[in-house]
């Protein structure tokens, strides 16, 4: 069964912390992807990468770093908190050939007080 | 215009009933299509790909109509555990990568 897991479900944090998500992933998939989802407007995508040490920005990757050391883990990085980072964190996986289904963990939810 | 567009709702509906719901996207060039699931504090899941000439599974049918540029989704005979949000999702290839958009998602009550 194939499975993504995150670090955490929930987390609290301060405004200016230096916060890190974590996701694995045991599909053995190039392709790993980290989005928020906030009420109204979707999932947006922050970066994905497509192999180890790869990363390509998203729509919204302003306040936001990752790494990516090994093809199964790929880490989300908030350098310094802030409220307007208070959202859902997704992280997901996919192969490069198809099918083109991604999976998803289930999710963090971030609030930074 | 926005890349994909869709009713966010909510769809109420009682047990038994059929309810469509459409999503337009923006890029013609959108190649792969697809309905994902999301219960409620839960992740997406993958529902059903939409293939041009339509797919069916179960209850649940997938459209695409490219000239119009929408797909759609129709649930017959609704169940409670329908109850969820339906969220579009469009795969765009372009030269160098791809890029996947998500629908903000159409919430859907079901009720007894």
């Known amino acids: 069964d194939v499975k993504v897991t995150q670090s955490s479900r929930y987390l609290v944090k301060r405004t200016g912390e230096k916060v890190f998500l974590e996701c694995v992933q045991d599909?053995?998939?190039?392709?790993m992807f980290w989005y928020r989802q906030d009420p109204g407007l979707g999932l947006r995508l922050i970066y994905f990468?497509?192999?180890?040490?790869?990363?390509e920005k998203g729509d919204i990757p302003e306040g936001y770093s990752v790494s990516r050391e090994k093809k199964e883990r790929f880490s989300l990085i908030l350098e310094s908190a802030s409220t307007n980072q208070t959202s859902m964190y997704l992280c997901?996986?996919?192969?490069?050939?198809?099918?083109?289904?991604?999976?998803f963990g289930p999710g963090t939810r971030l609030t930074v007080t | 215009r926005k890349e994909v567009e869709q009713d966010p709702g909510p769809f109420n509906v009682p047990e038994g009933a059929t309810v469509a719901f459409n999503c337009t996207y923006s890029?013609?060039?959108?190649?792969?299509f697809f309905w994902y699931r999301q219960d409620c504090r839960k992740e997406p899941k993958l529902l059903m790909s939409v293939y041009s000439s339509g797919n069916e599974d179960g209850r649940f049918t997938a459209q695409l109509n490219r000239a119009s540029q929408y797909i759609s989704l129709l649930i017959r005979d609704s169940k409670l555990s329908d109850s969820a949000t339906y969220l579009c999702?469009?795969?765009?290839?372009?030269?160098?990568?791809?890029?996947?958009?998500f629908g903000a998602g159409t919430r859907l009550f079901v009720k007894a």
């Open positions: 599909m053995d998939h190039e392709n």
């Open positions: 999702v469009f795969r765009n290839s372009y030269t160098g990568g791809f890029k996947t958009i």
């Open positions: 890029n013609s060039a959108s190649q792969s």
């Open positions: 997901a996986s996919t192969l490069t050939g198809g099918p083109y289904e991604q999976y």
């Open positions: 990468s497509y192999d180890v040490k790869m990363k």
